[in-house]
């Protein structure tokens, strides 16, 4: 039975367009998954489905249409939505047990006593009703986001991101909530920004730049591009190669290979007469000694909380480390202390074979480091050229020279057609590019980078780990890398995993393989940080 | 309407308001604000540094140094020196204020004596305040009989006391302040968290949740009705000869209206910081300069005169100041109609609100 009917939905905010002409139907117990970057319309779609948000077209649920927000609100006790952002509806001051009266009042509920016992149960967080919101982790809050939403018992459950910086471990717990009211007849629609988690949804839409560019089973999608794919990764303007895959609208002479999700992204971009910008970077040599960065035991303290327990670190000259985690596993904190913005509490740390002790310490050696913070540290009332003379000023280079390298950078990256925009006016790709030329501008033989791709969409991201092993192979610097992405973990020549500041995994990527054949990244994660409870 | 969604943010909000310690603010800065400006704020001036020039050196030249030198509003110097060097001093802030009595000022009394005195005028407020001690010195001081006998007498302030002229009017700053500026955090706030999705995205009523939010900083800061009382009359010594009743159901009204305020404020403003700062500037600047306090509103200008009727403030302090130092009450038809006045504004500012407020994102 079709519960859910959305015809030609459009969603604008002033002049900018969200998402333009959505129409899908949703059956009951179905799961409907979006999947997008960050910007390609995904939340704006699922906000004028719950009434949050004004839309033109026609949403129809159980025969009931509505246009508006105003008429939406009918429909509103049988629908729930937990927005985005880890535990965004929870009040910090209140415990789990208030929280229950809370929305139970506020929805005009019965106390059901085994109900709600069934849900803290499921969550997990039947233990910790009196403790607040505030000091729960990242995955209980978004667990304790998801049995509120259920508390009304929905017929429609409308997810937005609600596995986005979720450790593997909740993110599991997550769907098999979902799942199991499923069962009970609730129908969902969930989206996510993890690939990986297509295979838990019924049916798919993909959405790109306010738009929806493809539609149906994750079989059906992947089968439509598999004329496009072929084995294996090879430099050309005419296609794109990511994950060991190459994605080509002309035949190539390879083995054709299972296409994955991603491929759908990929193959979108080409037919939309999108090219693989060509990255080419000088070679160079450079001086360094083979171990550019050594930790010894590092340890920081807040207070009772301990972020980083003792954890030894070693980069190697031309390598690429990740460093992979759960949120709240201590990635930032230790990318902090190498930096210095942290003081260290314990432990000893060596940039470029030199005992780092003190402040003076680190003025001589930052010339040699180049840092790439989340979210990217750039002035949004400043242009792009504007913000890039900025950071050369900030290093003291010559007006001619500065010149010379944003030019050198804006042309080898690929955003020259940017520089008079404003950061906030181009695509997070552009800026995630920008930022690193920023990075790059002193020269510096060791880069940091903070969850450089979160949120970026997946062709922006193929091109920026092309990028960032051409800066490796030919320049030879060597990079520290965090993600949320387990995929770009294949592009690692080392890994490092944290959990709850401890450090459980340090291995080069091919020897996890071969210790866990026939896996991929995201489930040998999961593997060892289940075996390391 | 419904009780229980109105209860469940009630619940929420105390406690919130409760944990994260708001409540220490709430009834700290209300007193902070009496007390600092009840005892910051001076009109009246004291010590006023006073050079004579007696060049008379009569009885009556004597008599009018030992009326100046005999109260706290005057330091008097005596000097022997000329015109010329008494000015200098003036214009070098060594004196506020010179007094030259001439030759023959005791024999030309009657046909037309003259005084000269000469005020730094650099503070025009505080000379003319000197200017009316001194005239009221050599007026009333001495028994001159004068053709015309000049009658005053201050009413309602008869001791001219600052903290009963100034006091009163900081209610009206105060609760025109601080209700607005906790209304606006309280929904703002879960604007900037996100929270605010509870509110949109369940099917509650506008009205329900604008009821909601204004109760709490209504009925916090009725409390504080009374503690602000309980300052004015026993901190500063302010009379009351009015109604309590009427002093009361006033300052009710009167922080309903800041709280609607507050609420207008934060349909505009999508973060904490900006609604305290705007809810702040809008009530702040209105607040004092229409409160009455440094210049009674009748005898303002025509367009500060029009401004001043359009802000709240100047019909609340009317009342307030009345139950204060005078006493009429409702018995006055003035007070009525103003009274009146604020139930409108009340009832108008929470209707805007609620009519505006938007249940979607924008």
Same mark, same amino acid.
């Given at each position: 039975?079709?519960?859910?009917?959305?015809?030609?939905?459009?969603?604008?905010?002033?002049?900018?367009?969200?998402?333009?002409?959505?129409?899908?139907?949703?059956?009951?117990?179905?799961?409907?998954?979006?999947?997008?970057?960050?910007?390609?319309?995904?939340?704006?779609?699922?906000?004028?489905?719950?009434?949050?948000?004004?839309?033109?077209?026609?949403?129809?649920?159980?025969?009931?249409?509505?246009?508006?927000?105003?008429?939406?609100?009918?429909?509103?006790?049988?629908?729930?939505?937990?927005?985005?952002?880890?535990?965004?509806?929870?009040?910090?001051?209140?415990?789990?047990?208030?929280?229950?009266?809370?929305?139970?009042?506020?929805?005009?509920?019965?106390?059901?006593?085994?109900?709600?016992?069934?849900?803290?149960?499921?969550?997990?967080?039947?233990?910790?009703?009196?403790?607040?919101?505030?000091?729960?982790?990242?995955?209980?809050?978004?667990?304790?986001?998801?049995?509120?939403?259920?508390?009304?018992?929905?017929?429609?459950?409308?997810?937005?991101?609600?596995?986005?910086?979720?450790?593997?471990?909740?993110?599991?717990?997550?769907?098999?909530?979902?799942?199991?009211?499923?069962?009970?007849?609730?129908?969902?629609?969930?989206?996510?920004?993890?690939?990986?988690?297509?295979?838990?949804?019924?049916?798919?839409?993909?959405?790109?730049?306010?738009?929806? $560019?493809?539609? !149906?089973?994750?079989?059906? =999608?992947?089968?439509? /591009? +598999?004329? *496009?794919?072929?084995?294996? #990764?090879?430099? @050309?303007?005419?296609?794109?190669?990511?994950?060991?895959?190459?994605?080509?609208?002309?035949?190539?002479?390879?083995?054709?290979?299972?296409?994955?999700?991603?491929?759908?992204?990929?193959?979108?971009?080409?037919?939309?007469?999108?090219?693989?910008?060509?990255?080419?970077?000088?070679?160079?040599?450079?001086?360094?000694?083979?171990?550019?960065?050594?930790?010894?035991?590092?340890?920081?303290?807040?207070?009772?909380?301990?972020?980083?327990?003792?954890?030894?670190?070693?980069?190697?000259?031309?390598?690429?480390?990740?460093?992979?985690?759960?949120?709240?596993?201590?990635?930032?904190?230790?990318?902090?202390?190498?930096?210095?913005?942290?003081? $260290?509490?314990? !432990?000893?740390?060596?940039? =470029?074979?030199?005992? /780092? +002790?003190? *402040?003076?310490?680190?003025? #001589?050696?930052? @010339?040699?480091?180049?840092?790439?913070?989340?979210?990217?540290?750039?002035?949004?009332?400043?242009?792009?050229?504007?913000?890039?003379?900025?950071?050369?000023?900030?290093?003291?280079?010559?007006?001619?020279?500065?010149?010379?390298?944003?030019?050198?950078?804006?042309?080898?990256?690929?955003?020259?057609?940017?520089?008079?925009?404003?950061?906030?006016?181009?695509?997070?790709?552009?800026?995630?590019?920008?930022?690193?030329?920023?990075?790059?501008?002193?020269?510096?033989?060791?880069?940091?980078?903070?969850?450089?791709?979160?949120?970026?969409?997946?062709?922006?991201?193929?091109?920026?780990?092309?990028?960032?092993?051409?800066?490796?192979?030919?320049?030879?610097?060597?990079?520290?890398?965090?993600?949320?992405?387990?995929?770009?973990?294949?592009?690692?020549?080392?890994?490092?995993?944290?959990?709850?500041?401890?450090?459980?995994?340090?291995?080069?990527?091919?020897?996890?393989?071969?210790?866990?054949?026939?896996?991929?990244?995201?489930?040998?994660?999961?593997?060892?940080?289940?075996?390391?409870? | 309407?419904?009780?229980?969604?109105?209860?469940?943010?009630?619940?929420?909000?105390?406690?919130?308001?409760?944990?994260?310690?708001?409540?220490?603010?709430?009834?700290?800065?209300?007193?902070?604000?009496?007390?600092?400006?009840?005892?910051?704020?001076?009109?009246?001036?004291?010590?006023?540094?006073?050079?004579?020039?007696?060049?008379?050196?009569?009885?009556?030249?004597?008599?009018?140094?030992?009326?100046?030198?005999?109260?706290?509003?005057?330091?008097?110097?005596?000097?022997?020196?000329?015109?010329?060097?008494?000015?200098?001093?003036?214009?070098?802030?060594?004196?506020?204020?010179?007094?030259?009595?001439?030759?023959?000022?005791?024999?030309?009394?009657?046909?037309?004596?003259?005084?000269?005195?000469?005020?730094?005028?650099?503070?025009?407020?505080?000379?003319?305040?000197?200017?009316?001690?001194?005239?009221?010195?050599?007026?009333?001081?001495?028994?001159?009989?004068?053709?015309?006998?000049?009658?005053?007498?201050?009413?309602?302030?008869?001791?001219?006391?600052?903290?009963?002229?100034?006091?009163?009017?900081?209610?009206?700053?105060?609760?025109?302040?601080?209700?607005?500026?906790?209304?606006?955090?309280?929904?703002?706030?879960?604007?900037?968290?996100?929270?605010?999705?509870?509110?949109?995205?369940?099917?509650?009523?506008?009205?329900?949740?604008?009821?909601?939010?204004?109760?709490?900083?209504?009925?916090?800061?009725?409390?504080?009705?009374?503690?602000?009382?309980?300052?004015?009359?026993?901190?500063?010594?302010?009379?009351?000869?009015?109604?309590?009743?009427?002093?009361?159901?006033?300052?009710?009204?009167?922080?309903?209206?800041?709280?609607?305020?507050?609420?207008?404020?934060?349909?505009?403003?999508?973060?904490?910081?900006?609604?305290?700062?705007?809810?702040?500037?809008?009530?702040?600047?209105?607040?004092?300069?229409?409160?009455?306090?440094?210049?009674?509103?009748?005898?303002?200008?025509?367009?500060?005169?029009?401004?001043?009727?359009?802000?709240?403030?100047?019909?609340?302090?009317?009342?307030?100041?009345?139950?204060?130092?005078?006493?009429?009450?409702?018995?006055?038809?003035?007070?009525?109609?103003?009274?009146?006045?604020?139930?409108?504004?009340?009832?108008?500012?929470?209707?805007?609100?609620?009519?505006?407020?938007?249940?979607?994102?924008?």
């Amino acid at each position: 039975m079709e519960i859910l009917k959305v015809k030609n939905l459009s969603v604008s905010y002033g002049k900018k367009i969200a998402i333009k002409n959505v129409n899908f139907t949703l059956k009951e117990k179905e799961i409907l998954g979006f999947i997008g970057a960050d910007g390609a319309g995904k939340s704006s779609t699922l906000h004028a489905i719950a009434g949050v948000v004004s839309f033109k077209g026609e949403v129809v649920y159980k025969g009931y249409a509505y246009h508006s927000p105003k008429e939406a609100e009918k429909i509103k006790n049988e629908i729930s939505l937990m927005p985005q952002g880890l535990g965004l509806v929870l009040y910090d001051f209140l415990s789990v047990g208030e929280h229950f009266d809370f929305f139970r009042d506020l929805r005009g509920l019965k106390k059901d006593e085994e109900y709600e016992t069934r849900l803290l149960k499921m969550a997990g967080l039947y233990e910790f009703q009196d403790r607040l919101a505030g000091n729960l982790s990242g995955g209980m809050r978004q667990k304790l986001s998801l049995i509120l939403a259920l508390l009304p018992r929905p017929k429609l459950l409308i997810l937005d991101e609600p596995t986005t910086g979720v450790d593997p471990i909740s993110r599991a717990e997550l769907w098999d909530i979902v799942n199991e009211m499923r069962e009970e007849g609730m129908s969902a629609l969930i989206s996510t920004a993890y690939m990986s988690e297509a295979s838990k949804m019924d049916r798919l839409m993909l959405f790109d730049e306010g738009e929806v $560019i493809a539609k !149906g089973t994750a079989q059906e =999608l992947i089968e439509k /591009i +598999k004329d *496009y794919t072929y084995e294996g #990764e090879i430099e @050309s303007n005419e296609c794109f190669s990511f994950n060991k895959r190459t994605y080509c609208l002309n035949p190539l002479p390879l083995k054709k290979a299972i296409p994955t999700l991603e491929g759908v992204f990929f193959v979108n971009a080409l037919k939309k007469g999108k090219k693989p910008i060509l990255i080419e970077v000088p070679k160079k040599n450079i001086d360094v000694p083979e171990i550019i960065v050594k930790a010894k035991c590092l340890t920081k303290k807040f207070g009772e909380f301990i972020a980083d327990n003792c954890v030894d670190l070693e980069l190697k000259k031309g390598e690429i480390l990740g460093l992979l985690g759960a949120n709240g596993a201590g990635k930032t904190t230790l990318i902090k202390m190498l930096l210095g913005l942290y003081p $260290i509490d314990e !432990g000893e740390l060596y940039l =470029l074979g030199k005992r /780092i +002790k003190s *402040y003076e310490d680190r003025i #001589e050696l930052k @010339s040699k480091i180049g840092y790439v913070s989340q979210k990217f540290a750039l002035y949004k009332d400043l242009t792009i050229k504007e913000n890039l003379e900025y950071f050369a000023k900030m290093h003291s280079l010559t007006p001619k020279e500065t010149k010379e390298k944003i030019e050198k950078y804006s042309k080898m990256f690929g955003f020259e057609e940017y520089l008079n925009s404003f950061p906030k006016e181009v695509p997070l790709g552009i800026n995630q590019r920008f930022s690193l030329a920023a990075a790059l501008l002193h020269e510096p033989v060791v880069l940091f980078l903070d969850e450089p791709t979160s949120g970026v969409d997946t062709v922006a991201r193929s091109a920026f780990w092309k990028l960032l092993r051409k800066l490796k192979e030919n320049m030879g610097i060597s990079i520290l890398i965090t993600t949320h992405y387990m995929s770009e973990a294949e592009y690692c020549d080392r890994v490092v995993v944290l959990k709850r500041g401890v450090k459980i995994v340090d291995d080069e990527v091919k020897n996890l393989h071969q210790k866990y054949p026939g896996l991929d990244f995201e489930e040998i994660f999961l593997k060892i940080y289940k075996e390391n409870q | 309407m419904r009780l229980n969604v109105i209860k469940a943010y009630l619940k929420k909000e105390f406690i919130d308001l409760i944990r994260n310690k708001m409540i220490i603010l709430i009834y700290l800065i209300p007193t902070m604000i009496l007390i600092l400006f009840g005892y910051g704020i001076k009109l009246e001036v004291t010590h006023t540094r006073t050079i004579i020039i007696d060049n008379d050196h009569s009885k009556l030249s004597l008599e009018i140094i030992n009326k100046f030198s005999h109260t706290k509003y005057f330091d008097v110097k005596v000097e022997n020196i000329s015109y010329k060097e008494a000015l200098h001093k003036l214009q070098t802030n060594k004196a506020d204020m010179i007094v030259i009595i001439p030759p023959s000022f005791s024999k030309d009394l009657y046909k037309g004596a003259q005084i000269g005195v000469f005020i730094d005028g650099s503070f025009p407020l505080r000379a003319v305040t000197i200017e009316g001690y001194v005239e009221k010195l050599l007026i009333h001081g001495f028994n001159i009989k004068l053709p015309i006998k000049i009658e005053n007498r201050n009413f309602f302030n008869e001791a001219m006391r600052d903290y009963n002229a100034i006091v009163p009017g900081l209610f009206g700053l105060i609760f025109l302040v601080v209700p607005a500026s906790l209304a606006a955090i309280i929904i703002v706030k879960e604007k900037e968290v996100g929270t605010i999705f509870n509110f949109y995205s369940a099917p509650i009523k506008k009205i329900e949740f604008v009821i909601a939010k204004i109760i709490p900083p209504f009925l916090f800061h009725s409390l504080n009705i009374f503690i602000l009382f309980l300052w004015a009359t026993y901190l500063f010594d302010v009379p009351f000869r009015g109604n309590f009743f009427i002093f009361w159901l006033t300052s009710e009204i009167y922080i309903l209206i800041s709280v609607g305020i507050g609420i207008l404020v934060s349909i505009v403003t999508s973060t904490q910081v900006a609604a305290l700062v705007l809810s702040v500037i809008i009530t702040v600047i209105p607040g004092f300069l229409y409160s009455g306090i440094l210049m009674p509103i009748s005898s303002m200008d025509k367009e500060s005169y029009i401004e001043a009727h359009i802000f709240p403030v100047s019909y609340y302090n009317h009342i307030i100041y009345d139950t204060f130092l005078i006493g009429q009450g409702f018995k006055s038809s003035l007070n009525v109609l103003y009274f009146i006045i604020l139930c409108i504004y009340a009832f108008v500012l929470i209707a805007l609100g609620t009519l505006l407020i938007k249940k979607a994102i924008k």
